[in-house]
């Protein structure tokens, strides 16, 4: 028998880094930027698993802000279960939507190595995309081993390892409606 995961950590020795109201005010800030900018047409590419959350609150404050985006999603990944990156990109699922022609916003939780945004927007651009721009919750500075830069960026983080509101640990704490980290 397999034996039940269990958090890596107590919930009690994550501290938060970024609250849920600061994230929240952010948030709205972002969204009527990209509302400005996508004027048009705008398809969202969300990166799963991480940027769940991210999407599903940015996307309703695009709507307060007058924007009718339309959303898809991909899986992928290059973290294994730990903290360090396998440094290699996997498509493990696919957009269903053809992006060709469109103005595509990828969405991301954060933007560390660059590795798994450089795959994606390459991907888009080879799919024939009309634009190719990135919105990440998160960015950690100094870690970039690609040439690739966000568009939109709402906050910038110290190098730490950073969970909850989608970002996780082992699979765990993508639930924590904050940023925080365990020290
Ligand atoms: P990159 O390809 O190295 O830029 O990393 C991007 C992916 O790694 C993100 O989409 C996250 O899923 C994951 N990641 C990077 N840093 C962290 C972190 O501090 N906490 C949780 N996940 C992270
Ligand atoms: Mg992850």
Redesign the pocket.
């Known amino acids: 028998m397999t034996a039940i995961p269990v958090p890596p950590a107590d919930l009690r020795d994550i501290k938060t880094l970024i609250p849920a109201t600061d994230i929240a005010l952010r948030v709205r800030t972002l969204a009527k930027q990209i509302a400005a900018d996508f004027p048009d047409d705008l398809m969202i590419v969300s990166?799963l698993r991480?940027?769940f959350v991210f999407t599903s609150d940015l996307i309703r404050a695009l709507h307060h802000a007058g924007c009718r985006p339309q959303v898809s999603f991909m899986t992928l990944g290059?973290?294994g279960s730990g903290?360090e990156?396998s440094g290699t990109?996997q498509l493990m699922r696919d957009l269903i939507e053809s992006v060709e022609g469109r103005h595509v916003l990828i969405v991301?939780?954060?933007?560390?190595?660059?590795?798994?945004?450089h795959f994606t927007r390459e991907l888009m651009l080879e799919r024939k995309a009309h634009s190719v721009r990135i919105a990440v919750l998160l960015e950690?500075p100094g870690?970039r081993k690609r040439d690739v830069n966000a568009d939109y960026i709402g906050f910038k983080v110290e190098d730490?390892?950073?969970?909850g509101y989608g970002?996780?640990?082992a699979n765990f704490y993508r639930e924590l409606p904050f940023i925080g980290y365990i020290p």
């Open positions: 990166l991480g940027s290059s973290y903290t990156s990109v991301d939780d954060i933007l560390e190595s660059g590795r798994t945004l950690k870690k730490k390892f950073v969970v970002l996780d640990y």
